[in-house]
């Protein structure tokens, strides 16, 4: 197992995506459905 911080957050979610798309299209898939932003600077 992984250890992760008690200060991490991390989201889980379920439903279907096409893992064929980079990384940007996937970031804005999430910003999309969930509202959550994916921005660098917000991360860590």
Known sequence: MIPIP????????????????GFPSLALQVQEVSGISTNETELG
């Open 6 to 21: 008690t200060s991490v957050r991390v989201w889980l979610a379920t439903g279907y995506t096409d893992m064929r798309r």
